[in-house]
Protein backbone atom coordinates (compact mmCIF):
# COMPACT_ATOMS: atom_id res chain seq x y z
CA UNK A 1 0.00 0.00 0.00
CA UNK A 2 1.52 3.09 -0.84
CA UNK A 3 2.00 5.91 1.71
CA UNK A 4 0.65 9.43 1.40
CA UNK A 5 3.24 12.27 0.94
CA UNK A 6 1.91 14.06 3.68
CA UNK A 7 2.36 10.91 6.24
CA UNK A 8 5.72 10.39 5.14
CA UNK A 9 6.85 13.65 6.19
CA UNK A 10 5.11 13.28 9.46
CA UNK A 11 7.09 9.85 9.63
CA UNK A 12 10.05 12.20 9.14
CA UNK A 13 9.22 14.19 12.09
CA UNK A 14 10.10 11.17 13.94
CA UNK A 15 13.92 11.70 13.39
CA UNK A 16 16.09 14.07 14.51
CA UNK A 17 18.52 16.11 12.18
CA UNK A 18 21.45 14.36 13.22
CA UNK A 19 20.16 10.92 12.83
CA UNK A 20 19.04 11.99 9.32
CA UNK A 21 22.23 13.11 8.71
CA UNK A 22 23.65 9.88 10.09
CA UNK A 23 20.89 8.04 7.54
CA UNK A 24 22.11 10.04 4.77
CA UNK A 25 25.95 8.91 4.88
CA UNK A 26 23.92 5.05 4.95
CA UNK A 27 21.65 5.77 2.06
CA UNK A 28 24.77 7.41 -0.41
CA UNK A 29 26.75 3.98 0.34
CA UNK A 30 23.78 1.49 0.16
CA UNK A 31 22.44 2.85 -3.12
CA UNK A 32 26.28 3.20 -4.78
CA UNK A 33 26.29 -0.94 -3.55
CA UNK A 34 22.83 -0.93 -5.26
CA UNK A 35 24.00 -0.24 -8.24
CA UNK A 36 26.70 -2.43 -8.68
CA UNK A 37 24.44 -5.20 -7.67
CA UNK A 38 21.49 -4.03 -10.28
CA UNK A 39 18.86 -3.88 -7.70
CA UNK A 40 16.64 -1.19 -6.15
CA UNK A 41 17.30 0.31 -3.16
CA UNK A 42 14.48 0.52 -1.74
CA UNK A 43 13.65 -3.29 -2.93
CA UNK A 44 16.52 -4.47 -1.63
CA UNK A 45 16.05 -8.19 0.09
CA UNK A 46 17.26 -9.07 3.97
CA UNK A 47 20.18 -11.00 2.55
CA UNK A 48 21.11 -7.84 0.44
CA UNK A 49 21.36 -5.82 3.39
CA UNK A 50 23.56 -8.34 5.22
CA UNK A 51 25.90 -8.72 2.35
CA UNK A 52 25.99 -4.75 2.40
CA UNK A 53 27.12 -4.99 6.11
CA UNK A 54 29.50 -7.36 6.01
CA UNK A 55 31.23 -5.39 3.38
CA UNK A 56 31.32 -2.07 5.74
CA UNK A 57 32.39 -4.23 8.48
CA UNK A 58 35.32 -5.66 6.17
CA UNK A 59 36.48 -2.74 4.75
CA UNK A 60 36.62 -0.60 7.71
CA UNK A 61 36.99 -0.42 11.70
CA UNK A 62 33.47 0.18 12.22
CA UNK A 63 32.22 -0.92 15.84
CA UNK A 64 28.72 -2.42 16.49
CA UNK A 65 27.36 0.71 17.32
CA UNK A 66 28.23 2.00 13.71
CA UNK A 67 26.92 -0.97 12.27
CA UNK A 68 23.68 -1.10 13.91
CA UNK A 69 23.13 2.74 12.64
CA UNK A 70 23.63 1.42 9.26
CA UNK A 71 21.15 -1.70 9.39
CA UNK A 72 18.45 1.23 11.42
CA UNK A 73 18.91 3.50 7.96
CA UNK A 74 17.91 0.58 6.36
CA UNK A 75 15.12 -0.87 8.40
CA UNK A 76 13.76 2.73 7.64
CA UNK A 77 13.52 1.94 3.53
CA UNK A 78 13.26 -1.77 3.09
CA UNK A 79 9.73 -3.28 2.83
CA UNK A 80 11.71 -6.44 3.74
CA UNK A 81 11.42 -6.49 7.95
CA UNK A 82 15.19 -6.51 7.71
CA UNK A 83 15.45 -5.41 11.51
CA UNK A 84 13.00 -8.66 12.54
CA UNK A 85 14.78 -11.11 10.30
CA UNK A 86 16.49 -13.92 12.39
CA UNK A 87 18.98 -14.13 10.12
CA UNK A 88 19.71 -10.35 10.49
CA UNK A 89 19.90 -11.11 14.32
CA UNK A 90 22.65 -13.61 14.38
CA UNK A 91 24.42 -11.47 12.11
CA UNK A 92 24.24 -7.98 14.01
CA UNK A 93 25.03 -11.06 17.11
CA UNK A 94 28.15 -12.02 15.15
CA UNK A 95 29.19 -8.47 14.80
CA UNK A 96 28.57 -7.28 18.89
CA UNK A 97 31.40 -10.10 19.58
CA UNK A 98 33.66 -9.26 16.88
CA UNK A 99 33.46 -5.80 16.81
CA UNK A 100 32.08 -4.49 20.13
CA UNK A 101 31.12 -1.44 21.23
CA UNK A 102 33.53 0.38 23.16
CA UNK A 103 34.15 3.92 25.25
CA UNK A 104 35.59 6.57 23.11
CA UNK A 105 37.96 7.36 25.82
CA UNK A 106 39.91 5.44 28.69
CA UNK A 107 40.73 8.90 30.53
CA UNK A 108 39.29 12.10 30.48
CA UNK A 109 40.89 15.80 30.97
CA UNK A 110 40.71 17.47 34.22
CA UNK A 111 38.08 20.39 33.78
CA UNK A 112 39.99 23.08 36.33
CA UNK A 113 42.88 23.21 33.48
CA UNK A 114 40.13 24.66 31.00
CA UNK A 115 37.87 26.76 33.89
CA UNK A 116 41.66 28.29 34.63
CA UNK A 117 41.55 29.71 31.23
CA UNK A 118 38.01 30.84 30.95
CA UNK A 119 38.52 32.84 34.44
CA UNK A 120 41.13 35.05 32.72
CA UNK A 121 38.90 35.90 29.61
CA UNK A 122 36.93 38.72 31.18
CA UNK A 123 33.18 38.69 31.14
CA UNK A 124 32.70 42.21 29.89
CA UNK A 125 32.14 45.34 27.58
CA UNK A 126 36.40 44.35 27.53
CA UNK A 127 36.19 41.04 25.40
CA UNK A 128 35.99 40.49 21.93
CA UNK A 129 32.75 38.72 20.55
CA UNK A 130 34.73 35.74 19.39
CA UNK A 131 36.57 35.17 23.00
CA UNK A 132 32.66 35.74 24.55
CA UNK A 133 31.23 33.17 22.05
CA UNK A 134 34.01 30.57 22.83
CA UNK A 135 33.45 31.46 26.49
CA UNK A 136 29.87 31.02 26.92
CA UNK A 137 29.40 28.03 25.00
CA UNK A 138 32.56 26.43 26.62
CA UNK A 139 30.83 27.20 30.34
CA UNK A 140 27.21 26.01 29.44
CA UNK A 141 28.92 22.35 27.86
CA UNK A 142 30.90 22.03 31.42
CA UNK A 143 28.27 23.31 33.68
CA UNK A 144 25.57 21.74 32.20
CA UNK A 145 27.18 18.19 30.76
CA UNK A 146 24.71 18.32 27.94
CA UNK A 147 25.60 18.10 24.14
CA UNK A 148 26.50 20.59 21.69
CA UNK A 149 23.55 19.46 19.55
CA UNK A 150 20.86 20.33 22.49
CA UNK A 151 22.90 23.94 23.37
CA UNK A 152 22.69 24.68 19.81
CA UNK A 153 19.12 24.84 19.98
CA UNK A 154 18.71 27.34 22.64
CA UNK A 155 16.31 30.52 21.15
CA UNK A 156 16.35 33.58 23.49
CA UNK A 157 11.98 33.58 23.76
CA UNK A 158 13.15 29.91 26.04
CA UNK A 159 15.18 31.67 28.30
CA UNK A 160 13.72 33.13 31.49
CA UNK A 161 16.10 35.30 34.21
CA UNK A 162 15.23 35.37 37.35
CA UNK A 163 17.22 37.28 40.50
CA UNK A 164 18.85 33.86 41.39
CA UNK A 165 19.13 31.77 38.14
CA UNK A 166 18.81 31.32 34.64
CA UNK A 167 16.20 29.22 33.21
CA UNK A 168 16.39 27.31 29.88
CA UNK A 169 14.15 25.43 28.40
CA UNK A 170 14.89 23.29 25.13
CA UNK A 171 11.87 22.12 23.21
CA UNK A 172 13.00 21.44 20.19
CA UNK A 173 13.43 17.74 19.40
CA UNK A 174 17.17 16.21 20.04
CA UNK A 175 19.10 12.79 20.21
CA UNK A 176 16.69 11.13 23.36
CA UNK A 177 13.56 12.85 22.07
CA UNK A 178 10.69 10.78 22.68
CA UNK A 179 7.12 10.03 24.14
CA UNK A 180 6.83 10.38 27.83
CA UNK A 181 10.73 11.74 27.94
CA UNK A 182 11.49 15.74 29.15
CA UNK A 183 12.67 18.00 27.39
CA UNK A 184 16.23 20.10 28.85
CA UNK A 185 15.57 22.16 31.03
CA UNK A 186 18.84 23.72 32.51
CA UNK A 187 18.96 25.83 35.73
CA UNK A 188 22.16 27.87 36.16
CA UNK A 189 22.57 29.66 39.38
CA UNK A 190 24.30 33.08 39.56
CA UNK A 191 28.03 32.03 40.62
CA UNK A 192 28.84 35.16 42.61
CA UNK A 193 31.61 34.67 44.54
CA UNK A 194 33.20 34.14 41.11
CA UNK A 195 32.05 36.63 38.11
CA UNK A 196 34.25 35.48 35.50
CA UNK A 197 33.43 31.96 35.82
CA UNK A 198 30.05 32.74 35.77
CA UNK A 199 27.02 30.90 33.17
CA UNK A 200 24.68 32.99 33.87
CA UNK A 201 26.74 36.34 34.18
CA UNK A 202 28.16 35.20 31.17
CA UNK A 203 25.16 34.59 28.80
CA UNK A 204 23.42 37.67 30.06
CA UNK A 205 26.41 40.18 28.74
CA UNK A 206 26.50 37.76 25.36
CA UNK A 207 22.56 38.96 25.44
CA UNK A 208 23.24 42.26 25.26
CA UNK A 209 26.67 42.18 22.84
CA UNK A 210 24.55 40.57 20.00
CA UNK A 211 21.49 42.62 21.04
CA UNK A 212 22.20 44.73 17.93
CA UNK A 213 22.16 41.72 15.49
CA UNK A 214 18.90 40.33 16.43
CA UNK A 215 15.67 41.53 14.69
CA UNK A 216 13.61 40.92 17.48
CA UNK A 217 13.66 38.99 21.23
CA UNK A 218 13.39 35.24 19.55
CA UNK A 219 15.57 33.25 17.77
CA UNK A 220 19.04 31.64 18.27
CA UNK A 221 21.11 32.32 20.97
CA UNK A 222 24.13 31.73 19.44
CA UNK A 223 25.11 33.95 16.35
CA UNK A 224 28.48 33.53 14.37
CA UNK A 225 30.71 36.08 15.58
CA UNK A 226 31.33 37.00 12.04
CA UNK A 227 29.02 38.97 9.33
CA UNK A 228 26.68 39.13 9.14
CA UNK A 229 25.74 37.22 12.40
CA UNK A 230 24.03 34.27 11.61
CA UNK A 231 22.63 31.44 13.63
CA UNK A 232 25.43 29.40 15.01
CA UNK A 233 25.55 25.92 13.29
CA UNK A 234 26.28 22.57 15.82
CA UNK A 235 29.57 22.57 13.89
CA UNK A 236 30.61 25.94 14.49
CA UNK A 237 30.06 25.28 17.97
CA UNK A 238 32.36 22.29 18.50
CA UNK A 239 35.00 25.05 16.66
CA UNK A 240 34.75 27.07 19.12
CA UNK A 241 34.86 24.42 22.09
CA UNK A 242 37.79 22.81 20.05
CA UNK A 243 39.72 26.51 19.44
CA UNK A 244 38.85 27.17 23.40
CA UNK A 245 40.30 23.58 24.55
CA UNK A 246 43.24 24.00 22.22
CA UNK A 247 44.20 27.41 23.90
CA UNK A 248 43.57 26.18 28.01
CA UNK A 249 46.10 23.23 26.81
CA UNK A 250 44.38 20.49 26.21
CA UNK A 251 45.21 17.65 23.53
CA UNK A 252 42.57 18.41 20.68
CA UNK A 253 44.14 15.52 18.55
CA UNK A 254 42.82 13.11 21.44
CA UNK A 255 39.71 14.95 23.18
CA UNK A 256 37.36 16.29 20.84
CA UNK A 257 34.70 18.35 21.43
CA UNK A 258 31.75 16.01 23.04
CA UNK A 259 34.31 15.02 25.50
CA UNK A 260 33.62 18.04 27.80
CA UNK A 261 30.32 15.76 28.84
CA UNK A 262 32.86 13.14 29.42
CA UNK A 263 35.05 15.76 31.68
CA UNK A 264 31.86 17.43 33.33
CA UNK A 265 29.86 14.18 34.32
CA UNK A 266 32.94 12.11 35.29
CA UNK A 267 34.40 14.99 37.82
CA UNK A 268 30.94 16.02 39.17
CA UNK A 269 30.78 12.18 40.47
CA UNK A 270 34.56 12.43 41.57
CA UNK A 271 32.98 14.95 44.07
CA UNK A 272 30.06 12.58 45.15
CA UNK A 273 27.10 14.50 43.14
CA UNK A 274 24.69 11.83 43.51
CA UNK A 275 24.15 9.46 40.28
CA UNK A 276 20.29 10.78 40.05
CA UNK A 277 21.18 13.91 39.65
CA UNK A 278 23.69 13.30 37.24
CA UNK A 279 21.49 11.47 34.70
CA UNK A 280 18.78 14.27 35.15
CA UNK A 281 21.13 17.03 34.78
CA UNK A 282 23.30 15.94 31.70
CA UNK A 283 19.50 14.21 29.90
CA UNK A 284 20.25 10.79 30.78
CA UNK A 285 17.50 8.53 32.11
CA UNK A 286 17.13 7.22 35.81
CA UNK A 287 17.83 3.35 34.60
CA UNK A 288 20.46 4.35 32.08
CA UNK A 289 23.96 2.91 31.99
CA UNK A 290 25.04 5.02 29.49
CA UNK A 291 27.16 7.42 32.02
CA UNK A 292 28.94 4.00 33.67
CA UNK A 293 29.59 2.75 30.70
CA UNK A 294 30.89 5.29 28.11
CA UNK A 295 31.38 8.42 30.06
CA UNK A 296 32.49 8.26 33.81
CA UNK A 297 36.25 8.33 33.32
CA UNK A 298 39.32 9.21 35.53
CA UNK A 299 41.84 11.45 34.80
CA UNK A 300 44.53 11.02 32.43
CA UNK A 301 47.32 10.40 34.85
CA UNK A 302 49.96 13.25 34.20
CA UNK A 303 52.96 10.88 35.96
CA UNK A 304 53.89 8.05 33.91
CA UNK A 305 55.02 4.42 35.74
CA UNK A 306 57.88 3.77 33.70
CA UNK A 307 59.58 7.05 33.90
CA UNK A 308 59.00 7.80 37.81
CA UNK A 309 60.83 4.07 37.77
CA UNK A 310 63.97 4.88 36.13
CA UNK A 311 64.11 8.72 36.92
CA UNK A 312 64.71 7.76 40.62
CA UNK A 313 68.28 6.34 39.92
CA UNK A 314 69.46 10.53 39.00
Not at 26 to 44: A, D, E, R, V
Not at 114 to 122: P, Q, S
Not at 263 to 292: M, P, Q, V, Y
Request: charged share 20%; glycine share 4%.
Amino acid sequence: MKLPKCSIETMIKSLSESTLNQYNSTYKLWWKFCNTKHISPLLGRTEDAIEFLQLLLEQGKYKYSTINAHRSALSLILQDKVGEDFRMKRFMRGVAKLRPSAPKYDFTWEPATVLKHLENIATSEDATLKDLSMKLITLLALSTGHRLQSLSLIRIENINITPDQVQILIPDTIKTSGPGKPQPHLQIPFFRTNPNLCVASTLIWYLKRTKGWRESNKGPLFLTFKKPHKKASKQSLSRWVKGTLHAAGIDVTQFKPHSTRHASTSLAKRLGLNIDTIHKSAGWSEKSRTFAKFYDRPVQPTQNFTNTIISSLS
